[in-house]
């Protein structure tokens, strides 16, 4: 089972919309409802930020949000913020019994 | 809230067993409501699964690391533990214990990382 695959960094402006890409395959992504994202800050512990594709966990801003199109998912982040900088992978549940595989991160920065 | 952390071992010899705790707080790790899950990053590349333990005793592993890997938990002690053995420099990585919950599919909780090196 291959990395899901992430481009390795996204910039953009305070304020601006940006969006992270996850793709993966039929097996994964594409054959998944279960697509989550995670925010790691440096030296931090890797946070939720989205679950099932596109639920937003208690607490989180709705300035996240999730959606899939075939095997690719997908974040957007909305009104980027100074603290969203950080990196963000994804992980999906699979069909076979390497249960869960993982995106390669991408290094967001706010410019 | 439920916190996780690693501890172990930084360093371990090529072809020695590597063996690392996670401790849970905040929560029991017997009360089924979580499975608990070893994920790795080797540096510069990508996170990997490596397995999960449910309390019923019912586990899962990686089957690119199965031959290798023990996953356990202490109840009494509310840990759960990882052995990984022959190790060799590819093992070198963060690792990171996690809870799942149970009926779930997204990681909740996850252990800051320890770093673990193989070398000799």
């Known amino acids: 089972q291959s990395a899901l695959t992430q481009p390795a960094s996204v910039s953009g402006s305070p304020g601006q919309s940006i969006t992270i890409s996850c793709t993966g395959t039929?097996?994964?992504?594409?054959?998944?409802?279960?697509v989550s994202w995670y925010q790691q800050h440096p030296g931090k512990a890797p946070k939720v930020m989205i679950y099932?594709?596109?639920n937003r966990p208690s607490g989180v801003s709705y300035r996240f949000s999730g959606s899939k199109f075939g095997n690719t998912a997908s974040l957007t982040i909305s009104g980027l913020q100074p603290e969203d900088e950080a990196v963000y992978f994804c992980a999906s549940y699979t069909s076979s019994s390497t249960l869960y595989v993982f995106g390669t991160g991408t290094k967001v920065t706010v410019l | 809230q439920v916190q996780l952390q690693e501890s172990g071992p930084g360093l371990v010899k090529p072809s020695q067993t590597l063996s690392l705790t996670c401790t849970v707080s905040g929560g029991s790790i017997s009360s089924g409501s979580h499975y608990w899950t070893w994920i790795r990053q080797p540096a510069g590349k990508g996170l990997e699964w490596i397995g999960r333990?449910?309390?019923?005793?019912?586990?899962n592993y990686n089957p690119s690391l199965k031959s290798r890997v023990a996953i356990s938990v202490d109840t009494f002690k509310n840990q759960f533990f990882l052995k990984l053995s022959s190790v060799t420099a590819a093992d070198t990585a963060v690792y990171y214990c996690?809870?799942?919950?149970?009926?779930?599919?997204?990681?909740?909780?996850w252990g800051q990382g320890t770093l673990v090196t193989v070398s000799s």
């Open positions: 099932d594709v596109s």
């Open positions: 039929s097996s994964d992504v594409g054959g998944s409802n279960y």
């Open positions: 996690a809870s799942l919950p149970f009926g779930d599919y997204e990681f909740d909780y």
């Open positions: 333990i449910y309390t019923s005793g019912s586990i």
